[in-house]
């Protein structure tokens, strides 16, 4: 086995308890968006690069950002292959796990939901996400209005 071999021999054993440690830390968010929401929070806006400290320091800041950066696209293609009733369910326990405040952002105006997007997403996936996200803003206007659309202004 040459050297290049024995080290992504070695580096793959110490990405796998690293990478099911990671899943597991993933699985304890109860909705797939509040992944995506989570994962986004890790990326930094200014370099696009992600981090989280526990995964920093098992594998190191590069294979960190890739596992973080393959996780948030993955968590997003899952959100986007849910039909629009199961992300209205999704986003609905998300919002309703934020307690009785959730109500107050004016999503509609200030659109944070943007930021989710990972930066690999291509373009009609982008598209899709926003359209199904109004839709879903609508319909949850609908159904809890005033509450739901945030203070007047």
Do not use: C
């Amino acid at each position: 086995m040459g050297k290049s071999a024995l080290a992504n021999s070695h580096s793959e054993r110490q990405r796998g308890p690293a990478d099911q440690l990671w899943r597991n830390t993933l699985l304890q968010i109860p909705t797939v968006f509040g992944r995506l929401a989570f994962l986004a929070a890790l990326r930094d806006p200014v370099s696009g690069k992600y981090h989280e400290d526990s995964l920093n320091s098992q594998l190191g800041p590069q294979d960190a950002d890739r596992a973080l950066r393959h996780s948030h696209y993955q968590v997003f293609s899952q959100w986007l292959a849910f039909s629009l009733a199961e992300q209205k369910d999704d986003i609905s326990e998300y919002l309703s796990g934020l307690g009785r405040g959730w109500a107050r952002p004016n999503w509609s105006s200030a659109a944070p939901y943007r930021k989710l997007i990972p930066a690999s997403a291509r373009e009609v996936e982008r598209q899709l996400y926003l359209a199904d996200l109004e839709t879903l803003l609508e319909l949850l206007k609908a159904e809890h209005g005033d509450a739901f659309s945030g203070p007047e202004a």
